[in-house]
């Protein structure tokens, strides 16, 4: 089993960035495929990012491309969201979680071992 914690969450404003991390405890974090997720009030769980094994294949939603950039660092057990040029709608509490399929899929269903996750403001 594999425990995940979320850090780097914070209030910006619009135009700015931040950096999220994963950390994994538990059995080997190089074996597993990650994803991000968010979650606004009153809004589904959604879909924002994932990243194979060797951090050498990426998938993002379509509302963070080119924006986000997903990363891992087998070493440090911890895989990264850099997210720039933040918009309010980017407001949301982020999740990362293990893929258990593999497939990088936008499926929360796909999904487990989530994180508590780690709030993102963004003001206007």
């Known amino acids: 089993q594999v425990q995940l914690a979320e850090s780097g969450g914070g209030l910006v404003q619009a135009g700015d960035s931040l950096m999220l991390s994963c950390a994994a405890s538990?059995?080997?974090?190089?074996?597993?495929?990650m994803g991000w997720f968010r979650q606004a009030p009153r809004k589904e769980r959604e879909f924002v990012a994932a990243?194979?094994?060797?951090?050498?294949?990426?998938n993002y939603a379509a509302s963070v491309k080119g924006r986000f950039t997903i990363s891992r660092d087998n070493a440090k057990n911890t895989v990264y969201l850099q997210m720039n040029s933040l918009k309010p709608e980017d407001t949301a509490v982020y999740y990362c979680a293990v893929d258990r399929v593999g497939a990088g899929r936008a499926d929360v269903y796909d999904y487990s071992y989530w994180g508590q996750g780690t709030q993102v403001t963004v003001s206007s």
């Open positions: 538990g059995q080997s974090f190089s074996s597993y495929p």
């Open positions: 990243i194979n094994r060797s951090g050498g294949r990426t």
